[in-house]
């Protein structure tokens, strides 16, 4: 070829690139993983929802191309040259280059941004806005094999998208974890307990498969009690108050409500609705009611002197956060106060979510009504009369009234709402207290044309008169009233029918009263019609029933039941969220940036509720799956549980979180035990846990599932395990909340009057999650084990190692009484052998055969122990802190090998 045809042909091809190279399609920047994190970090701080410096944001679409305060847009799609915000963050002025006074941006973030801004700055959806797509799997997923052959695999689909992840940063996945080691970290996920023996066997010999037994764990009692301690958490769950004197509340009927709940597999999204709105469904049953308790955990502050209003509404503003963290994994707290920092969430929506929940009757009361009643058969048997009773006199929806006071008492009128005093007072904030010759008014009073007035007070003195007057004290007398000496109870006076909302005015005389000395005490008021029927036969029964109910005393629970509309409350933006600057008056709505509400809802709790688990929003079905997976691996898709907004980190395995959101709403019905059971029969959970230094150096978090997940066990679980291995844990189940032992001096109530009694017989070896939970003072061994206090929503537990631990799983009575029992067992397993009685308790314990390093210090162990107890038998007489046991010094020493094994790492971690 001559030297001029090369030259042509070499110009040609010059040619033919520069064209591919200038024509070729520029790739598409993608905003919401490429441009949003650069503007969060580097700008949304002085341009974002709480500031706007120059007047510009880049928080919403329409803020970051509307003109700023130079009359300009910041931003001019398809001109990043002529764009002000590159300008200012190319500027070589100090004073001018963007972000003021820190480091400038990279030349690839800076490049970034001119290109997205040449492609027309798109602004894109935060990918966990999108909806949950159906998953693209391939018709028989499969991988490479590990052996020698190369062939490929089938694969499940969460081992296709781990292995495809593995395979693409170049990481072998691990052999299949031992059989025995298999089934223990299985059932210490699904139950909390170690496995039974009976199971242990069952699948050492192949008489079932690790699928059967996995099945059988999710069939135990024990998993709703392990899964509920979970959801407690969110649940902000305890058996007090809170704030100052944190006094005792009976919470525990909800406690039971979940555990069923988990146990009959109740689907997610009817869990869902029933907690949050319960009492809003038609004809709603005792659990329904029950289940909203979730929101009544909130604290409630019975400190004198505080403004009930102001507790009452820090007490719903707490459930809207709580409500989008739990299920939405978003950060509402912050919108209390301004639009969000870097989410598109704007001030005034925080507001619009809140009136889905202002509405609700709760006060932050002394009684923390209203409370959901507990009746024996036979009193269920007499409420079931009397509203047949009505129903058969009058009609259904008279019935319906006389159901519900009998069933919570409401509605009423707390005491608190009293004002104009003469003579007169809240005793503590709480109760109107009347002296002689005193007065007050009750405003806007809707008595519902009822003819009867229900007044729940207690009196110290004899022979005092209540009147109650129309408006005013020159008003017509509407009821007059004898007060004598009397304890808490509820009276039934008859009332005048009125019309329409009047002030009712209180005046009180006392003779006998001291000076200065309260006449009654008034809890509440509440205004119901007469039973019907009165000429008929059987109506004294029935009215002997109604009087016996309402002075009935029950076991309660506090619940969320709606104002009627005669009592509804008006919602507005809080200025800078202070709850006595009164913005706005806002409606029910639901944040626009997320999936929109459709007409056919409510405008309640119940409609948001049902949003929540509506299958086109994207949050809630990837938020659950998310959780669930942290819970079996230590860490989730999204590391960060309690946010998946644009601040999050973004999912290690995008594809593998919607296909699992997508099977639980549209495939498994929101099964929760489905879910568990995809998770742990996969070949990523069957995994083996042994980590290699070059595993550790390329993913030391196990972020890519290279390895099974080896995480120390909760509080619960290691306290309950050592109870369980030592064959003193419980059985029971429910019930009222039980304290066992613990060090004396902790819980030191300052004047609430209340103390650790410590329980008797089994009460003492129950499971972690019946043991009395006080925010204030929580059981120390579950602190030390980073259990929350309970007095705000905990999506994740932050799991520490201190020395702390240690000494309480070789000092605390539980350990030392569970250590005791231990050895006994060991050894009765062989008495003459004690190297082979300490080998039994370590397989016991961790389903492996010991070492022979172990074994030698175990022994060794055992023999100091056995020296000192024979030369100082002394010792043996308070060993342990026991009473009435009789220990040899063989015991003692072995039950020191048994303590001791109650401490070692892989009793206490996952294997």
């Given amino acids: 070829m001559t030297r001029e045809r090369i030259a042509i042909l070499l110009s040609v091809l010059l040619g033919v690139s520069l064209l591919f190279f200038f024509w070729k399609e520029e790739e598409k920047i993608d905003f919401s993983t490429q441009i949003k994190p650069i503007l969060n970090t580097h700008c949304i701080t002085c341009h974002g929802g709480v500031k706007k410096n120059g007047e510009f944001s880049l928080l919403f679409e329409e803020e970051a191309f509307a003109p700023t305060k130079s009359g300009h847009p910041a931003i001019i799609p398809g001109d990043p040259n002529g764009s002000e915000l590159i300008r200012r963050l190319t500027e070589s002025d100090p004073e001018l280059r963007m972000?003021?006074?820190?480091?400038?941006?990279?030349?690839?973030e800076i490049e970034l941004l001119k290109t997205w801004i040449r492609q027309g700055a798109k602004w894109g959806e935060h990918w966990a806005y999108s909806p949950v797509a159906e998953p693209n799997l391939p018709a028989s997923p499969s991988t490479a094999s590990l052996g020698n052959n190369n062939e490929p695999i089938p694969l499940k689909p969460i081992d296709y998208y781990v292995r495809e992840k593995l395979e693409e940063l170049n990481l072998q996945p691990s052999e299949q974890a031992d059989i025995s080691q298999l089934i223990r970290r299985a059932a210490l996920d699904i139950t909390g307990l170690p496995p039974s023996q009976e199971l242990i066997q069952s699948i050492q010999s192949g008489k079932i498969s690790y699928d059967t037994a996995v099945d059988q764990l999710l069939a135990s009692p024990s998993f709703g009690e392990k899964w509920a301690s979970w959801w407690l958490d969110l649940a902000r769950y305890a058996d007090t108050k809170g704030y100052e004197r944190d006094v005792s509340r009976t919470m525990w009927p909800y406690r039971d409500w979940v555990i069923r709940a988990f146990n009959s597999d109740k689907p997610f999204d009817e869990f869902t609705i029933e907690q949050l709105a319960g009492d809003l469904l038609h004809n709603p049953t005792t659990d329904q009611l029950a289940a909203t308790?979730?929101?009544?955990?909130?604290?409630?502050?019975?400190?004198?002197?505080?403004?009930?209003?102001?507790?009452?509404?820090a007490a719903v503003l707490d459930r809207v956060s709580t409500t989008y963290e739990v299920w939405q994994s978003t950060t509402m707290a912050c919108?209390?106060?301004?639009?969000?920092?870097?989410?598109?969430?704007?001030?005034?929506?925080?507001?619009q979510s809140t009136a889905f929940f202002n509405n609700s009757r709760d006060e932050d009361t002394h009684d923390e009504e209203p409370k959901l009643r507990f009746y024996e058969s036979e009193d269920q048997e007499r409420l079931n009369e009397i509203v047949n009773w009505v129903s058969e006199n009058q009609d259904d929806e008279e019935a319906d009234k006389f159901k519900k006071f009998l069933t919570y008492q409401e509605p009423k009128y707390a005491a608190h709402i009293a004002q104009d005093f003469i003579k007169s007072e809240l005793i503590d904030t709480k109760w109107l207290g009347m002296q002689a010759d005193g007065s007050c008014y009750l405003r806007d009073i809707d008595t519902q044309e009822a003819d009867q007035l229900l007044l729940n007070y207690w009196s110290d003195v004899d022979g005092s008169t209540l009147t109650i007057r129309k408006d005013g004290p020159e008003g017509d007398i509407l009821s007059t009233i004898p007060i004598n000496k009397s304890a808490k109870a509820t009276r039934t006076i008859s009332f005048p029918k009125l019309s329409g909302k009047h002030d009712l005015y209180l005046e009180m005389k006392s003779?006998?009263?001291?000076?200065?000395?309260?006449?009654?005490?008034v809890v509440w008021f509440a205004f119901l019609p007469s039973l019907p029927g009165k000429e008929k036969n059987g109506f004294e029964k029935v009215q002997n029933n109604w009087e016996n109910l309402i002075a009935a005393k029950t076991t309660t629970v506090p619940i969320l039941i709606e104002n009627p509309s005669f009592m509804s409350r008006e919602t507005h933006v809080f200025e800078r969220g202070n709850w006595m600057i009164l913005g706005e008056k806002v409606s029910p709505e639901i944040p626009k940036s997320l999936?929109?509400?459709?007409?056919?809802?409510?405008?309640?709790?119940?409609?948001?509720?049902?949003?929540l688990v509506d299958n086109q929003n994207p949050l809630t079905a990837r938020t659950l799956v998310n959780r669930i997976w942290d819970q079996l691996f230590g860490r989730g898709i999204v590391s960060t549980l309690e946010d998946m907004g644009t601040q999050s980190d973004p999912p290690s395995h995008p594809e593998l979180l919607d296909y699992l959101a997508w099977r639980v709403m549209n495939e498994y019905d929101?099964?929760?035990?489905?879910?568990?059971?995809?998770?742990?029969?996969?070949?990523?959970?069957?995994?083996?846990?042994?980590?290699?230094?070059?595993?550790?150096?390329?993913?030391?978090?196990?972020?890519?599932?290279?390895?099974?997940?080896?995480?120390?066990?909760?509080?619960?679980?290691v306290r309950d395990q050592a109870l369980a291995v030592s064959g003193l844990l419980s059985s029971k189940m429910f019930g009222k909340p039980v304290m066992p032992p613990q060090p004396e001096g902790i819980w030191q109530t300052v004047y609430n009057g209340e103390s650790w009694v410590e329980a008797e017989g089994e009460d003492r070896y129950r499971r972690?999650?019946?043991?009395?939970?006080?925010?204030?003072?929580?059981?120390?061994?579950?602190?030390?084990?980073?259990a929350g206090s309970r007095e705000v929503c905990l999506s994740r537990r932050i799991v520490t190692n201190t020395p702390l631990q240690a000494l309480v799983t070789l000092n605390d009575p539980v350990f030392l009484e569970a250590s005791f029992h231990l050895a006994k067992e060991m050894m009765e397993s062989n008495p003459a052998d004690p190297k082979s009685a300490i080998s039994y308790g370590y397989s016991k314990l961790v389903l492996s055969q010991i070492s022979k390093n172990t074994?030698?210090?175990?022994?060794?162990?055992?023999?100091?122990?056995l020296s000192e107890y024979q030369t100082r038998p002394e010792l043996l007489e308070k060993f342990f802190g026991f009473k009435n046991q009789i220990v040899t010094p063989e015991l003692a020493a072995m039950s020191l090998v048994a303590n001791a094994f109650l401490n070692l790492d892989e009793f206490l971690t996952k294997p």
């Fill in 855 to 865: 074994s030698e210090a175990m022994m060794s162990l055992y023999k100091q122990g």
């Fill in 595 to 611: 999936n929109p509400s459709e007409k056919k809802w409510r405008q309640d709790r119940l409609g948001f509720a049902e949003w």
């Fill in 335 to 351: 919108v209390q106060c301004h639009s969000h920092p870097y989410d598109p969430i704007r001030h005034e929506e925080f507001y």
């Fill in 511 to 521: 003779p006998k009263a001291k000076t200065e000395q309260n006449a009654i005490a």
């Fill in 768 to 786: 972690g999650i019946y043991t009395f939970l006080k925010r204030t003072s929580p059981y120390p061994s579950m602190v030390t084990f980073d």
């Fill in 670 to 717: 929101w099964s929760i035990k489905e879910l568990i059971r995809e998770i742990v029969t996969s070949e990523t959970y069957k995994q083996k846990s042994v980590l290699s230094p070059e595993l550790f150096a390329a993913d030391p978090q196990n972020k890519w599932y290279a390895r099974g997940p080896r995480i120390r066990l909760s509080a619960e679980q």
């Fill in 293 to 313: 308790a979730f929101h009544r955990n909130t604290m409630n502050n019975d400190e004198g002197g505080t403004n009930d209003e102001e507790f009452r509404v």
């Fill in 99 to 108: 972000p003021y006074q820190k480091s400038p941006l990279s030349e690839e």
